[in-house]
């Protein structure tokens, strides 16, 4: 069975700080990997993909196989990222997502 | 708005009641995805219609059904309710049935409260 597991619920930091938000996997086959953002009033909305190697509003994410993490990063954070993210894999067909529990990033002045 | 729309936003009823949820995906998409979102159970995946056929099934409870008209519209049935269906119940769609590439669009979900 697929499973995903985001360890914090709330991660607070200040402007300008670095935010690592964190993502563990189970699953057997060869996932692919998203991360999805909520921002206050808005709906749930793709951030990036593994499989696209992207940087979206400056975050980064890598899938490490090894750790079977997929972990969030920005080096520098802004107030405007505050929002809630979800760390999801899809299965091999592509076509079920399996969502961890989310974590809400709150972004100090 | 040519994005995912749900109807109703808000919908409170009682126990042992029948609700439907309506979904109208983007346009040009042709899968459906019905998710809900609980507190206990966080964000999960209950079924998918792809050009009005069922293509995957998640976690759905047996009192549960959906499908897919042919303006590719979909409705979720909710029956015999109980305290525990009450969440938020999003539709996504998709322009393929499958894929890596397979990007999700959210519609901003339905409220169900069962009293």
């Known amino acids: 069975a697929q499973r995903v597991t985001q360890p914090e619920k709330l991660l607070s930091v200040f402007k300008g700080a670095p935010v690592e938000l964190k993502c563990n996997y189970s699953?057997?086959?060869?996932?692919?990997l998203f991360w999805y953002v909520q921002y206050s009033r808005q709906r749930l909305q793709l951030l990036l993909r593994h499989i696209s190697r992207e940087s979206i509003k400056g975050f980064t994410a890598d899938l490490n196989k090894g750790e079977t993490s997929f972990h969030l990063k920005k080096p520098f954070a802004q107030e405007e990222d505050s929002a809630m993210y979800y760390c999801?894999?899809?299965?091999?067909?592509?076509?079920?997502?399996?969502f961890g529990g989310g974590t809400r990033l709150m972004v100090k002045p | 708005d040519s994005g995912v729309t749900q109807t109703p936003k808000h919908l409170i009823t009682a126990t042992g009641q029948r609700v439907t949820l309506r979904c109208s995906p983007r346009s040009g998409d042709l899968s459906v995805y019905w998710y809900q979102q609980s507190l206990d159970q966080g964000l999960q995946f209950l079924i998918q219609?792809?050009?009005?056929?069922?293509?995957a099934k998640g976690n759905i409870l047996e009192r549960f059904s959906a499908q897919q008209f042919p303006d590719l519209h979909s409705e979720l049935n909710l029956s015999s309710l109980e305290l525990g269906d009450s969440a938020l119940y999003f539709c996504?769609?998709?322009?393929?049935?499958?894929?890596?590439?397979?990007?999700?669009?959210f519609g901003p979900g339905t409220r169900l409260t069962v009293l």
């Open positions: 999801a894999l899809t299965n091999n067909a592509g076509n079920m997502l399996t």
């Open positions: 219609y792809y050009n009005g056929e069922e293509r």
């Open positions: 699953y057997s086959g060869s996932p692919e």
């Open positions: 996504a769609s998709s322009v393929a049935a499958s894929s890596s590439y397979n990007e999700q669009f």
